[in-house]
């Protein structure tokens, strides 16, 4: 259906003679592998596919202006030290996790690894979002983490889930949030544990950052996830 979609606004282009930027071409050229890499779920972009785009959208505009002057070489990327690296799994408790829904717990029935993971049993829609949070860790802008954590969905969700960085401007991870970095949305395989997996960059402003399991205020689903990981990634 996307490629119907692409292929008649480039007919329309071509019909008026319009300059189009071809997104569904670039994204395609990427590969299927590739682009699981750029996406934080099935439809949004992370923070990697947002660069890829708006990378070929400078060089695309460049070009169609006709502007033909040496591209200026970025400075290099000031050197920030690499951050820690974090795990739980969940086998001596909630690991300082703050848990905002009585619909979220701590559970023995199933375990990615030893015998106890996080489950989300939502039967109903909710009045708000149900978020688990990690305990603040402390950012500093520049830094990248590789996120990681495995899922394991019963049954087909109705509504969405995913896995996030909640971004703050106190060290804490207290107040106001800046905004959360999509890392990886909900798996389509029921009854199983499936890996999500992403990498997020700190932007400018964030101090601190917790590691969040986030579920839609309408979702009616059950899932379980364990053994979540926060890898610093070397400059
Ligand atoms: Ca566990």
Redesign the pocket.
Known sequence: MMDDYAEAIREIGRERGLTVFDMHALLKAVGREELAGLFGDMAHPNQDGHRVIAEALCEFLVTTAGIDTPKPVPPPPPQVPVGEAHA????AGLQDWTLDSPEISLDADR???????LRFHMQEPAKDHRRALSPALPAIPGQRYDISAKVFPEGQPAGSYGLYVMLYATPDGNGRYIEPLPVKGQVPVPGAWSPWAGRVQIPEGAVSFRVMLWAERGTVATFRV??ITVTPVAP
């Open positions: 739980w799994d969940f086998e375990a990615a690894s030893g015998r106890q993971a364990d053994d």
